[in-house]
């Protein structure tokens, strides 16, 4: 068997702190990619749990703390595939990447590599490439017992990083944060250099999974990466680099749960932990907490000597509600926490974040917010545009939001990864609601090492997101190959260690095998979900097979589980500007007919009042590598790659406001419907 505590050690621990020199052969275990022989089931209980994720606020500037970005213009060299831990052999960490007489390439970051050159080698490359800048730090960072840290919101998948040539910290999963407290690398008062090596290599253990595969070419030999899932394998530093202050004693890390009670109060239950474990034994230390409005005037508050947790209690509260739903939505206070000292007039650490109040409960037949019963309707997205890829572009991030509210939406599944930590902001601000998924995609051959990083994968991203209000239910796979029987004790012991951790949300996945009893993952989940796609992958162009196909399959979900049942995809691949009439597969009046007739199934399993949501396949089209069954990319969009309505997104928005309408008595917008002729 696996030594399971080494490769938990190697692979999932994130920001640890590692010897000057890396373990090639270490490093290169964790990268091998072998099918796994068959074997007895495996024994789940004995799989090393996650160590819990401490820390990683997102980095706020207040009155004792400062925030620089590292964001601009990097330098990057390509290893050669062959040879992927040549840099690691030769310490390129510990000179500069020009030395090493590699070209170099201007790269911006955030961004995915992959298609801001003009490089085919450099889209489709298969293992490292090597990150470089240079900055500096202010000399003052090292007086006044500062601490100094480094964060990176996402690397994919894999990264090692230097600062001026000394092991800094590592980290394994794509899409979420990672940290490290970095003074003692720094020179203070000088130029600095930060070296990142980012390794894009997925194997049967890594979450998503892949495979990469040695083949011939016309030049000796090629190395390939392949997938199984739907979405292009970009890589790089997607997220934003942030280098900041904290005190020496600082708070460190913040845990809220809310409820809204009878007669308007609202409840916040907050946990702490502070940085510098002997301030908790200082009983001069307090904790002044303050909640304060919109127009930031305070409207709670207390003086907490505990330090560890506490309870704040809010008269008259405003909740947080989804777009739509109400007219005051995404309503989010800010919580400020002081860290004080009876003797000293400034505090030793301040830090504030936005919180929504909300209620969230669940049963057999239904999802409720603030006692209300949702009625879910939205899309599965990606975080994919043109030259950029997967990398943050606020102004992307924006006009997405501003679509969601003008097509009607108020909910949508992070497909099929954690979106960046500003989108989940957005979403609070804006009412929307996540499904918030985690990067298992088509997970396969299922094995303990692998379910250990699954495991880590959802725990870290739990500990990122569950502050959140908009986030109301976690997503724990996507189509999976639930129809083996190894999947039921795999998905039994995940399921039951992410409901340890949920933090008061229900656990969903999207599954696409028949319908039940072959699932083997369903019966574990709190909400139901399921992709299917009726009149494109099943029956193509009949749309005459939708209404009953769908109506009786969510009904059979349903039956089997007694459970909500949400239908997380269904759609048709479009070609923007393609008419044919009659409709033709592929063109826009197709995908607008077979959207349509979702809608009549959709309307008449509301009526069973356990089918909670709808969700079309695909916001936005998005790039997926090369194959012959996609021009140029997936098309499922509503909205075409440069956010520009296809005529389904006309359609669906006049049903989404429709359905805001009915439900909670919403005002139409003016536009929503041509004017044609008076009747009268």
């Given at each position: 068997?696996?030594?399971?505590?080494?490769?938990?050690?190697?692979?999932?621990?994130?920001?640890?702190?590692?010897?000057?020199a890396?373990?090639?052969?270490e490093?290169?275990?964790v990268?091998?990619?072998?099918?796994?022989?068959?074997?007895?089931?495996?024994?789940?209980?004995?799989?090393?749990?996650?160590?819990?994720?401490?820390?990683?606020?997102?980095?706020r500037?207040s009155?004792?703390?400062?925030?620089?970005?590292?964001?601009?213009?990097?330098?990057?060299i390509?290893?050669?595939?062959?040879d992927?831990?040549?840099?690691?052999?030769?310490?390129?960490?510990?000179?500069t990447l020009?030395?090493?007489?590699?070209?170099?390439?201007?790269?911006?970051?955030?961004?995915?590599?992959n298609?801001?050159?003009?490089?085919?080698?450099?889209?489709d490359h298969?293992?490292?490439?090597?990150?470089?800048?240079?900055?500096?730090?202010?000399?003052y960072?090292?007086k006044?017992?500062?601490?100094?840290?480094l964060?990176?919101?996402?690397?994919?998948?894999?990264a090692?990083?230097?600062i001026?040539?000394?092991?800094?910290?590592?980290?394994?999963?794509?899409?979420?944060?990672?940290?490290?407290?970095?003074?003692?690398?720094?020179?203070?008062?000088?130029?600095?250099r930060?070296?990142?090596?980012?390794?894009?290599?997925?194997?049967?253990?890594?979450?998503?999974?892949?495979?990469?595969?040695?083949?011939?070419?016309?030049?000796?030999?090629a190395?390939?990466?392949s997938?199984?899932?739907?979405?292009?394998n970009?890589?790089?530093?997607?997220?934003?680099?942030?280098?900041?202050?904290?005190?020496?004693?600082?708070?460190?890390?913040?845990?809220?749960k809310?409820?809204i009670?009878?007669?308007?109060?609202?409840?916040?239950?907050?946990?702490?932990?502070?940085?510098n474990?002997?301030?908790?034994?200082i009983?001069?230390?307090?904790?002044?907490?303050?909640?304060?409005?919109?127009?930031?005037?305070?409207?709670?508050?207390?003086?907490?000597h505990?330090?560890q947790?506490?309870?704040?209690l809010?008269?008259?509260?405003?909740?947080?509600?989804?777009?739509?739903?109400?007219?005051?939505?995404?309503?989010?206070?800010?919580?400020e926490?002081?860290?004080?000292?009876?003797?000293?007039?400034a505090?030793?650490?301040?830090?504030?974040?936005?919180v929504?109040?909300?209620?969230?409960?669940?049963?057999?037949?239904?999802?409720?917010?603030n006692?209300?019963?949702?009625?879910?309707?939205?899309?599965?997205?990606?975080?994919?545009?043109?030259?950029?890829?997967?990398?943050?572009?606020?102004?992307?991030?924006?006009?997405?939001?501003n679509?969601?509210?003008?097509?009607g939406a108020?909910?949508?599944?992070?497909?099929?990864?954690p979106?960046?930590?500003?989108?989940?902001?957005?979403?609070?601000?804006?009412?929307?609601?996540?499904?918030?998924?985690?990067p298992s995609?088509?997970?396969?051959?299922?094995?303990?090492?692998?379910?250990?990083?699954?495991?880590?994968?959802?725990?870290?991203?739990?500990h990122?997101d569950?502050?959140?209000?908009?986030?109301?239910?976690?997503?724990?796979?996507?189509?999976?190959?639930?129809?083996?029987?190894?999947?039921?004790?795999?998905?039994?012991?995940?399921?039951?260690?992410?409901?340890?951790?949920?933090?008061?949300?229900?656990l969903?996945?999207?599954?696409?095998?028949?319908p039940?009893?072959a699932?083997?993952?369903?019966?574990?989940?709190?909400?139901?979900?399921?992709?299917?796609?009726?009149?494109?992958?099943?029956?193509?162009?009949?749309?005459?097979?939708?209404v009953?196909?769908?109506?009786?399959?969510?009904?059979?979900?349903?039956e089997?589980?007694?459970?909500?049942?949400?239908?997380?995809?269904?759609?048709?691949?479009?070609?923007?500007?393609y008419?044919?009439?009659?409709a033709?597969i592929?063109?826009?009046?197709?995908?607008t007919?077979l959207?349509?007739k979702h809608?009549?199934?959709?309307?008449?399993?509301?009526?069973?009042?356990?089918?909670?949501?709808?969700?079309?396949?695909?916001?936005?089209?998005f790039?997926?590598?090369?194959?012959?069954?996609?021009?140029?990319?997936?098309?499922?969009?509503?909205?075409t790659?440069?956010?520009?309505?296809?005529?389904?997104a006309?359609?669906?928005?006049?049903?989404?406001?429709a359905?805001?309408?009915?439900?909670?008595?919403?005002?139409?917008?003016?536009?929503?419907?041509?004017?044609?002729?008076?009747?009268?």
């Open positions: 068997m696996w030594n399971l505590k080494r490769v938990w050690i190697v692979l999932v621990s994130a920001t640890l702190l590692y010897a000057n890396i373990d090639i052969e490093y290169e275990e990268q091998q990619d072998k099918q796994m022989p068959a074997r007895k089931p495996f024994n789940y209980s004995n799989v090393v749990l996650p160590r819990p994720t401490v820390g990683l606020l997102y980095p500037e009155e004792m703390r400062e925030v620089r970005s590292l964001d601009g213009v990097w330098q990057l390509k290893s050669n595939a062959s992927p831990l040549q840099g690691i052999r030769e310490e390129w960490y510990k000179q020009r030395s090493t007489e590699h070209e170099i390439i201007l790269m911006p970051v955030p961004a995915s590599y298609d801001v050159t003009v490089d085919q080698q450099l889209r298969v293992g490292t490439v090597w990150y470089e800048r240079n900055f500096f730090v202010p000399s960072w090292s006044d017992r500062v601490r100094t840290w964060r990176f919101g996402s690397v994919h998948y894999q090692v990083v230097w001026n040539g000394q092991l800094a910290m590592r980290h394994t999963i794509g899409h979420l944060p990672f940290e490290e407290e970095v003074g003692r690398f720094i020179n203070y008062g000088n130029e600095n930060i070296t990142v090596m980012v390794d894009n290599r997925l194997g049967n253990r890594t979450i998503p999974q892949g495979q990469v595969t040695k083949q011939p070419a016309d030049n000796g030999v190395y390939v990466q997938y199984t899932f739907d979405f292009f970009y890589a790089g530093i997607h997220r934003s680099v942030h280098l900041y202050t904290t005190p020496e004693t600082y708070i460190k890390d913040v845990e809220l809310t409820q009670g009878n007669q308007e109060l609202g409840r916040i239950d907050y946990r702490l932990i502070i940085g474990g002997s301030v908790s034994t009983k001069t230390n307090y904790m002044l907490v303050q909640l304060r409005d919109r127009n930031n005037v305070v409207v709670a508050h207390q003086i907490n505990n330090l947790n506490g309870t704040l809010v008269p008259n509260v405003k909740p947080w509600w989804p777009y739509l739903m109400h007219p005051l939505p995404g309503y989010m206070y800010t919580l926490f002081q860290l004080k000292v009876d003797s000293e007039v505090p030793l650490d301040v830090y504030r974040l936005p929504g109040i909300r209620s969230l409960s669940w049963s057999n037949d239904s999802l409720t917010l006692g209300k019963p949702l009625y879910l309707r939205g899309f599965g997205k990606h975080e994919d545009s043109d030259i950029r890829g997967k990398g943050l572009d606020n102004a992307v991030l924006m006009r997405d939001f679509l969601l509210k003008w097509v108020n909910a949508y599944r992070t497909s099929h990864y979106y960046s930590e500003e989108s989940m902001q957005f979403a609070d601000e804006h009412g929307i609601m996540i499904i918030d998924e985690c995609v088509n997970t396969d051959l299922f094995e303990p090492q692998l379910l250990e990083n699954h495991m880590s994968a959802l725990e870290q991203l739990i990122r569950r502050n959140h209000a908009s986030v109301i239910a976690w997503s724990i796979a996507n189509e999976p190959r639930t129809k083996k029987k190894s999947a039921e004790a795999y998905f039994g012991a995940l399921a039951n260690y992410t409901r340890s951790i949920a933090q008061g949300r229900p969903t996945a999207a599954s696409n095998v028949d039940p009893p699932c083997m993952m369903s019966q574990f989940l709190d909400i139901t979900g399921f992709n299917r796609y009726n009149a494109w992958y099943h029956n193509p162009g009949r749309t005459d097979m939708i009953q196909s769908m109506y009786d399959e969510a009904r059979k979900w349903h089997h589980y007694k459970k909500p049942v949400i239908v997380f995809e269904y759609g048709a691949d479009t070609m923007e500007g008419h044919s009439l009659p033709y592929w063109s826009e009046d197709y995908q007919e959207f349509s809608f009549q199934a959709f309307d008449k399993l509301r009526q069973l009042k356990w089918f909670i949501g709808e969700f079309v396949w695909n916001f936005a089209d790039k997926t590598e090369q194959t012959y069954t996609r021009v140029g990319g997936n098309k499922k969009g509503v909205f790659r440069n956010r520009q309505p296809k005529d389904a006309h359609l669906l928005r006049q049903r989404y406001h359905i805001a309408f009915k439900l909670d008595n919403a005002s139409l917008p003016a536009d929503l419907f041509n004017y044609i002729i008076d009747w009268n």
